[in-house]
Each structure stands twice: as structure tokens, then as C-alpha cells.
């Protein structure tokens, strides 16, 4: 505990064991320092460390004990790797004494969260807390950002140690060369269509300003990546759109035309290239300029022609002021890609009596300039993802990896760290509640968004699938819900119910004026399977 306070950290997540008991034990002597939330599973704990991190930058803590504590948390530890957020995960373990005998909820942490961690270590001497714990922060916040695990033995845990605690780290960020840069204008030069495609995370606000100022100087439109859209000012006349999943087909053609792709911090996920299909690989049509802080991450898919190690606020220091030569056509290649995201903006009417689409545009016309949304994994996200746009003091915290049940948590996250600014979390009806129960943490916590639940009886993403592929034959979709109405007042929530889409802006007033926080069920029809599609579209399509 002294060697966190000492790095930076004030705040964790987690559910309590008798496997860490001397670590409980001694937060109470850092009560004015460190406050650790608590959670109700473990799954909820590690989405909210991995939300804290993905708002804050810095690492988002864990505390769970051994066994099926580690193992529910695990789901957390995913989602940190796939958005790249800092993360460490403190995992109570049984005693070197007993190691390797099967004992009471063992696990070999280093083994089984190798393959999902960034690093996973065991520490068995005290004297190596101070050295392994700075090590876990570093590795956390360098290069390319990610989870790592730290198990806490029983018997390590109560040991004496003279061993000095750990303080702050400084964590560098490489910076292009000069020789590099001059090497980009010259390629810019020569490009009637580029795009720069912008994702990842540790973004500073000045080198968000500093990459649009470079695009709109150059006229070349910026793309974020799958749930980054919060980087880049959505009002910037540079901002595009986003390359996610449901990519629109004016996204795709925009990046499939391009010939000159800047990639800042981005990993080329699977979302942002529509299961690598846009691009050929390991060679694309385009020329690449790849930059990103770990070079881990270049030519890891695609090889780069001006491959640069370099963070995400170094490079976009080094683009700020940079103008080239522009080819004619460019003023229109830029033009036209704003249009057609501007144009994406308007979703077609939706069918029943609740239509989010207008809701939606209700929601964007009443949200704070500071504002930080939340969703979780399924079709409910789309509305968030596709038809809303985010100022520069906006951010939107949503999971690459498509976890359900992230929303929830997050939106707690976002509350335990800054408690006066407005949290709106998007949850579909299926996607509340594999997380629901954390509203008991809202109400010891004090922990007070809008949660949004649009209910739809089924599981939509996977439905709309299941009518793709097998068309009326519904198996293992359709969802009984409770009533949320009374579930928020069960945890001192307002509660509300929308039927009609008429009735949506007055519930929504009273939920924004709610000093307990809010719950507003929004009944959406089956039918309404996605925003630009239906449940009979997608049959008469399969037939």
C-alpha cells in the first residue's frame, strides 16, 4: 500500500477475500489516501478499474481474492488487453507452502493469465514489493498499454520487509525523427486521398487539437477507430466518422479508395478493418505510415512504407504545423467525407411506438459539454456509436473487445472519479444485467449516473445474426425481464418507464434532475432489431 499511494494511486476496485486480508488490513492506515471501492463480483470490480483507465490514462486497480475471484475478474483483464488500457490486477493466492498441491482455490496466475495478460508475476519474497510492484505500473503504461496480474501469496503478505516503498515512475514516450517527418510530408505530397486513422489510448487533449489542426491544414479526413471516437472533436471539419463495427458503406469505400492511410496508435483491430477485408495484407494498396508507441504493433499485420516508434502525443507533436503540397482533388476527396458522415448522422424511422433514432437526437441536444458515456456490448450500442457526436470535453467509454456488461461498471468508474460530472450509461436489456448488481455499489458508493435501458426481449446482436443464418427459427434469444422500475427504487434510483416515444424528453428531464441517479427503461420492439435494419428485412433477405 505504501508503494502504491507512493506511485500515484488514490483509488481501486474490488471485492474483498480472506486471501488478501493484510493488504485490507492495511488500507485502513492509508483511509485519508487510498479508497477502495467495493464491489459486488469480481467482473464488475475489473470492468470498473478497466473504465477508470480508459477516462484517466493511468492504471486501473483491482483488489479480488484467489481462485474464482481471479477467475470471474478474468473478463476484465480481456477487455484491457483488446482497448489497450492500463490496468493491475492484485490477486490474493494461497501460501508458498502449500503451492502445487491443488490447495483450497489454487491457480498458477502466471499460467493462466499469460496469454491474457501484458505480464503476469507472482511475487514470493516482501523485499521484492517495492521492485515488482513499480515494474507492474512501468509495464502498464508502456509501450503499447495493457493489463498485468500480480498474485499476493498469504504468507508473503504477513512477512517483515526493510525493503524502502516505491515511488512515481516516469514513462517515456518515444518521438519520431526529424528525418521521418520530413519523410511523411514528402508522401503527403504525393496523396489525392489520404486519411489519418486515429485510436488507442494515454491521448493528451493538446495532441488531439494538434492532429486536427494537421488535417484540416492538409485537408485530409480523420477516421477513429472502432470506440475511439472521443479523440478527435466530432465538430472538427477534418472528423469522418468512425471505422467500427457496422461500418457504413460510404466508411468503407473512404478507406478502401485511400491511397495514403496514416495510422496514429492503432492496432488494426479486426472492427476497424471489417474483419480485414479492406485492406490486403500484409501489403495494402495504399501507402501506410504506421506510428505507434510499441513497435510491437508495426508491420504486426500490415507492413508500413514509413514505419515510426512513437507515441500518440509525440507524433501528433511532431504533425502539428506540418502543411504539404496538396494534388488537386484533394479539396473534395475532404469535402465529401464529412458529408457523408454528416450524412450518416440521420437514422430512417424505426418501427413500434418507440423510436430512438428521435430519442437519440433528444438525448445529444441535452448532454453536458463535459459528458461521458458509457455502453456495454450489442446492438443498443449502435445508437451511441453511429447517430451521436462528441465535443472535445466529451468521452465515450465502450469496449473494443464487445464485453457485455461493461456500461454499468464504467459509468461507476466515471462517478468514483470525478462525482459532479454527468454520466450517461447506454445498457440494452441483456447487457444490464450480467452487471446489474453493481448498483448495490452505486448505493453504498454514493455512485450516481442515468442509465439508459433499452429493452428490446432479446438478446439483439445475436438474434439479428440467428435471422440472418436461420431465419424464424428462434433458439436461446428472446429475454423475461424484471421490472426496472422497481429494481431502481429497490437501490434508491429513480425509476422510469418510456413506452411511447413522446413520453422519452420529460423522463429524461426528471432522470437528469434525479440527485439519486436514474433508470430509464425505454421499450423498444423486437422488430427494431437494429437501426438500419428490421427482423422482416432480414427474413426476406434470407428467403
Known amino acids: 500500500m505504501d508503494s502504491l499511494v507512493g506511485l500515484g494511486a488514490s483509488k481501486a476496485f474490488g471485492v474483498p477475500g480472506e486471501s488478501y486480508l493484510a493488504v485490507l488490513d492495511a488500507m485502513v492506515d492509508h483511509a485519508n489516501s487510498f479508497d477502495l471501492v467495493l464491489c459486488r463480483q469480481e467482473g464488475g470490480a475489473a470492468y470498473m478499474a478497466a473504465g477508470w483507465a480508459k477516462l484517466t490514462g493511468q492504471p486501473g486497480l483491482c483488489f479480488v481474492t484467489r481462485g474464482p475471484g481471479a477467475t470471474n475478474a478474468a473478463v476484465g483483464i ?13 490477486v490474493g493466492q494461497v501460501g508458498t507452502d502449500v503451492m502445487g498441491r491443488e490447495a483450497f482455490q489454487e491457480v498458477d496466475y502466471p499460467a493462466f493469465f499469460g496469454p491474457l495478460a501484458k505480464w503476469a508475476v507472482q511475487i514470493d519474497h516482501a523485499d521484492r514489493v517495492p521492485e515488482i510492484v513499480s515494474r507492474a505500473w512501468t509495464v502498464a503504461l508502456s509501450g503499447r498499454p495493457g493489463p498485468v496480474v500480480v498474485a499476493l501469496p498469504e504468507d508473503m503478505l504477513v512477512a517483515t520487509s526493510t525493503a524502502e516503498p516505491c515511488h512515481a ?3 517515456p514516450e518515444p518521438a519520431p525523427a526529424a528525418a521521418d517527418i520530413s519523410a511523411l510530408q514528402d508522401v503527403l505530397a504525393g496523396a489525392a486521398r489520404p486519411v489519418v486513422i486515429v485510436g488507442g489510448t494515454r491521448w493528451q487533449k493538446d495532441s488531439a487539437r494538434a492532429i486536427e489542426r494537421f488535417a484540416m491544414a492538409n485537408e485530409i479526413p480523420v477516421v477513429a477507430a472502432f470506440r475511439f471516437h472521443d479523440i478527435i472533436d466530432n465538430h472538427c471539419p477534418a472528423y469522418a466518422g468512425d471505422a467500427g463495427v457496422g461500418m457504413n458503406a460510404s466508411m468503407k469505400t473512404l478507406l478502401r479508395d485511400a491511397d495514403l492511410i496514416i495510422a496514429v496508435n492503432i492496432r488494426f483491430g479486426e472492427a476497424t478493418t471489417d474483419g480485414y477485408t479492406l485492406f490486403d495484407a500484409p501489403k495494402m494498396a495504399a501507402k501506410l505510415v504506421h506510428s505507434h508507441a510499441s513497435d510491437d504493433e508495426i508491420g504486426k499485420i500490415y507492413v508500413a512504407d514509413l514505419p515510426l516508434h512513437a507515441g500518440p502525443n509525440r507524433m501528433a507533436a511532431a504533425l502539428d504545423n506540418l502543411v504539404a503540397d496538396r494534388p488537386a482533388g484533394r ?4 469535402a465529401d467525407a464529412r458529408t457523408a458522415y454528416l450524412e450518416s448522422l440521420v437514422p430512417p424511422p424505426q418501427p413500434g411506438d418507440v423510436d430512438m433514432g428521435i430519442i437519440t437526437a433528444q438525448i445529444q441536444a441535452r448532454l453536458p459539454a463535459d459528458a461521458i458515456i458509457t455502453h456495454g456490448a450489442g446492438n443498443f450500442s449502435i445508437w451511441a456509436n453511429k447517430f451521436m457526436q ?8 465502450g469496449p473494443q473487445s464487445g464485453s457485455m456488461g461493461f456500461g454499468l461498471p464504467a459509468a461507476l468508474a466515471a462517478k468514483a472519479h470525478d462525482s459532479g460530472r454527468f454520466v450517461l450509461c447506454f445498457a440494452g436489456d441483456g447487457d444490464f444485467q450480467m452487471n446489474g448488481a453493481e448498483l448495490g455499489t452505486a448505493l453504498q458508493a454514493g455512485l450516481h449516473p442515468v442509465i439508459l435501458i433499452l429493452n428490446n426481449s432479446s438478446y439483439g446482436t445475436i438474434r439479428m445474426h440467428q435471422e440472418r443464418a ?10 423475461v425481464n424484471p421490472d426496472y422500475v422497481a429494481l431502481a427504487g429497490a437501490y434508491g434510483f429513480h425509476g422510469e418507464r418510456v413506452t411511447r416515444t413522446d413520453d422519452f424528453a420529460a423522463a429524461f428531464e426528471r432522470a437528469l434532475d434525479a440527485a439519486t441517479g436514474a433508470i430509464v427503461e425505454i421499450v423498444i420492439d423486437t422488430e427494431a432489431i437494429a437501426p438500419r435494419t428490421t427482423i422482416s428485412a432480414l427474413r426476406e433477405a434470407a428467403t
Open 390 to 397: 462528441y465535443g472535445r470535453d466529451q468521452r465515450l467509454l
Open 169 to 171: 515512475v516516469t514513462i
Open 78 to 90: 480481456h477487455t484491457a488487453m483488446q482497448d489497450s488500457l492500463p490496468m493491475i490486477l492484485f
Open 331 to 334: 479539396a473534395g476527396w475532404y
Open 470 to 479: 436461420y431465419p424464424a427459427r428462434i433458439s436461446g434469444t428472446e429475454i
